[in-house]
C-alpha cells in the first residue's frame, strides 16, 4: 500500500559498530549517516539513547525516535545499546539493577568516543543527547556529569526514582530494576571510572556526584512517606 512513498523517500545509511564498553563487555552501536550524505563534510551528531532501560536500537521502523528523522534533517545519528539493554543475553539486561546511572552511563560516553574515532565525518564538537522515559533519565543523568554536549533534550524522564513509587503501578521497578523503593536506603548510583569528556585524565564518580536535587527530594518523599504512614494509623484507630 505504501511503495509509492516508500521509494520516493529518502533514507541515511546505516552500520553497526562495537567497542569495549562498561566491565569489560563488548557492546554495540548503530551509526545512521545523513540523506545527501558527502563523505568530505562534517556534520552535527544526534545521539539518541533508548528508554526502558530495557530496550534495544533494532533495525526496525517506528513513528517514535526514529533516526531516519534526523538523517533527513542532515544529522548523524548515534546509537547505543548500553548494559541493561535487551537482545543480548539476560545477564547483560541484569547487570545493572540497582545501578541506572553507572555502567549505561559509561557505555554511552565510551560508545559516543568510539562512533567519532571511527567515523570522522562526526562533529564532535556539535553533538546533542536526546532520550525519553529511561533516555530522558539518563539524560539528566547526564546533565550534573558532563558538558560534552551542544544540547539534551529530555522528555519523560524521571528526576527521583524513590519518589516515582508514589506514582507509578509498575512497582518492579522501583522493588528491583532500581532498588529504590521507600523502604530501601540506595538510589540508583554509579562507581565506575570514567575519563573526562575531554580525554585528559580520570576520575572517581560516586553517588556523592549525584545532582543536588536527589537530596532534597529524597528528604521531601521520606518526610511523605511518614505522613501516609501516620494517616494509615489514625484512619485504623
Not at 90 to 109: H, K, R, S
Not at 125 to 141: F, I, K, Q, T
Not at 157 to 167: Q, T
Not at 214 to 225: D, M, Y
Amino acid at each position: 500500500m505504501n511503495d509509492a512513498k516508500v521509494a520516493a523517500a529518502r533514507f541515511g545509511a546505516f552500520e553497526q559498530f562495537q567497542f569495549k564498553g562498561a566491565k569489560g563487555d563488548t557492546v554495540w552501536g548503530y551509526v545512521v549517516k545523513p540523506v545527501d550524505f558527502d563523505p568530505a563534510k562534517k556534520v552535527p551528531v544526534a545521539f539518541l539513547i533508548h528508554g526502558g532501560p530495557q530496550g534495544s536500537f533494532g533495525n526496525d521502523f517506528h513513528y517514535r525516535w526514529n533516526p531516519q528523522f534526523y538523517a533527513g534533517a542532515g544529522y548523524a545519528v548515534v546509537m547505543v545499546d548500553f548494559h541493561g539493554s535487551t537482545g543480548y543475553g539476560q545477564a547483560f539486561t541484569d547487570a545493572i539493577n540497582g545501578d541506572w546511572g553507572g555502567a549505561p552511563y559509561e557505555d554511552l560516553m565510551k560508545g559516543l568516543d568510539a562512533a567519532l574515532a571511527k567515523y570522522t565525518f562526526l562533529d564532535g564538537s556539535r553533538v546533542g543527547a536526546l532520550g525519553a522515559s529511561y533516555g530522558g533519565y539518563m539524560v539528566n543523568w547526564i546533565a550534573g556529569k558532563s558538558e560534552r554536549f551542544r544540547c539534551l533534550v529530555v522528555h519523560d524522564g524521571n528526576l527521583d526514582e524513590r519518589m516515582a513509587y508514589y506514582d507509578t503501578e509498575e512497582l518492579w521497578f522501583p522493588n528491583g530494576s532500581t532498588a529504590a523503593s521507600p523502604g530501601s536506603r540506595s538510589q540508583p548510583t554509579e562507581s565506575t571510572t570514567r575519563s573526562t569528556s575531554s580525554g585528559a585524565g580520570k576520575r572517581r564518580l560516586s553517588s556523592s556526584t549525584a545532582p543536588r536535587t536527589t537530596g532534597s527530594s529524597t528528604r521531601r518523599g521520606s518526610r511523605r512517606s511518614r505522613r501516609f504512614s501516620e494517616r494509615g494509623s489514625r484512619r485504623s484507630s
